[in-house]
């Protein structure tokens, strides 16, 4: 079975910039989630989509967000880039999602994002 | 404020010693505890939850709600056990997240 994937796996944009990062969960899995990882503040959730549908949110901006297509396929956008946002973006898919006590989550390798 | 606090940044211990790795949690709810482990190049990875009570690579953790705490043990360490180690919480509220502590790496000594 595959695993989780993220595409691209390296970015570097500019502040003011807009940026649209990947996930292809496992097969089957119907949730993913998004963390961003950074020195500063170590890994911290983002949100999580389930059957197309945003079920949970970190406490992060608006400029933060995301969609998942009926593939269960999500992409994460971060508009109005600054300098802060630099950071190695993970994503992790499961069955059931975060409710689900049981489930486990896959994580990707991530995507490295520089903002120059 | 929910949080997870992991002290130690390095831990540093010989092959064949016992490992104790450190996990403090703070929240109001009934606690879902993970521990998480990311070896050298590889992905972060479950190691185990607190719900389903295993030993996983010989690594246990009791939730200890008395000391708010969920360690991580193991009696004898091997060189492979090196890798990062997360402790994470899930809030269960109207909106479920995952809160990290901020990792701890463990190093073993031949």
């Known amino acids: 079975k595959a695993g989780v994937t993220q595409t691209p796996r390296y970015l570097i944009k500019t502040r003011g910039q807009q940026v649209t990062l990947s996930c292809s969960p496992i097969?089957?899995?119907?949730?993913v989630s998004w963390y961003q990882q950074t020195p500063g503040q170590g890994l911290q959730f983002l949100f999580e989509?389930?059957?197309?549908?945003?079920?949970n949110k970190g406490n992060f901006p608006g400029r933060f967000s995301g969609r998942q297509f009926s593939n269960s396929r999500s992409e994460m956008n971060v508009s109005t880039l600054e300098l802060g946002d630099s950071a190695l973006y993970l994503c992790?898919?499961?069955?059931?999602?975060?409710?689900?006590?049981?489930?486990?989550?896959?994580f990707g390798p991530g995507t490295r994002l520089t903002v120059l | 404020a929910q949080r997870v606090t992991q002290p130690e940044k390095l831990l540093s211990v010989f092959k064949g010693a016992p490992v104790e790795l450190k996990c403090n949690y703070s929240?109001?709810?009934?606690?879902?505890l993970f521990w998480y482990v990311q070896y050298s190049r590889q992905r972060l990875q479950l190691l185990l939850r607190h719900i389903s009570r295993e030993s996983i690579k010989g690594f246990t953790a009791d939730l200890n709600k008395g000391e708010t705490s969920f360690h991580l043990k193991k009696p004898f360490a091997q060189e492979e056990d090196s890798a990062m180690y997360y402790c994470?919480?899930?809030?269960?509220?109207?909106?479920?997240?995952?809160?990290w502590g901020a990792g701890t790496k463990l190093i073993i000594k031949p």
């Open positions: 989509y389930f059957s197309e549908t945003q079920r």
């Open positions: 994470a919480l899930l809030l269960e509220d109207s909106n479920y997240q995952l809160i």
């Open positions: 097969s089957g899995h119907r949730s």
């Open positions: 992790a898919s499961s069955l059931g999602g975060l409710s689900a006590r049981t489930d486990t989550q896959y």
């Open positions: 929240y109001s709810g009934s606690p879902e």
